[in-house]
T-cell receptor
């Protein structure tokens, strides 16, 4: 069966510090990978998605970046965090071409607080 | 642009039915989803419906779709305290990678 991991679960960082959040998927190959941010009281905002190694699409221009160094690893990074980067970051994966079977499966999330 | 709207809160008594409503704007949306998020956890897919369907039932869950009004609802029969969570409505267009989520409806179930 497939599982998705995120770490850390919780992170408190000062403004201006760097960020690295990691997401890994087990039990499948060549998944589509997604990073979302959920701000308090708001829906999910798609940040990045990737359909393969080294292929990253950005949905929202900001001070965050994403990388996919391995097939089942997706990393969200920042060189300098802003207060507005605080939120709940969710990684998700899906299989195959977009379509009715392309259900997204979400990880447990990382809660980031920037002070 | 694309937008999905939901009411933020709903409170029901245990054993009653819950109805969570959602409206969307993208007429090209083909797939509409309901996700459940329990406290501190990721999202869990509950059910989805194709735009060529009007209704889908799965045990205690009933999804109704009104394409003309772009209105989607989720009915939970015999609501239990374990159903307390945030419910997200989402839409996706055919062939697209982008899923648009609503802000979520927080369901409170009173014993």
């Amino acid at each position: 069966s497939q599982t998705i991991h995120q770490w850390p679960a919780t992170l408190v960082q000062p403004v201006g510090s760097p960020l690295s959040l990691e997401c890994t998927v087990e039990g499948t190959s060549n998944p589509n990978l997604y990073w979302y941010r959920q701000a308090a009281g708001r829906g999910l905002q798609l940040l990045f998605y990737s359909v393969g190694i080294g292929q990253i699409s950005s949905e929202v221009p900001q001070n965050l970046s994403a990388s996919r160094p391995q097939d089942r690893q997706f990393i969200l990074s920042s060189k300098k965090l802003l207060l507005s980067d605080s939120g709940f970051y969710l990684c998700a994966w899906s299989r195959g071409r977009p379509g009715p079977q392309e259900t997204q499966y979400f990880g447990p999330g990382t809660r980031l607080l920037v002070l | 642009g694309e937008d999905v709207e939901q009411s933020l809160f709903l409170s029901v008594r245990e054993g009653d039915s819950s109805v969570i409503n959602c409206t969307y704007t993208d007429s090209s949306s083909t797939y509409l989803y309901w996700y459940k998020q329990e406290p501190g956890a990721g999202l869990q897919l509950l059910t989805y419906i194709f735009s060529n369907m009007d209704m889908k039932q799965d045990q205690r869950l009933t999804v109704l779709l009104n394409k003309k009004d772009k209105h989607l609802s989720l009915r939970i029969a015999d609501t239990q305290t374990g159903d307390s969570a945030i419910y997200f409505c989402a839409e996706k267009e055919t062939g697209g990678f982008k899923t648009i989520f609503g802000a979520g409806t927080r369901l409170f179930v009173k014993a």
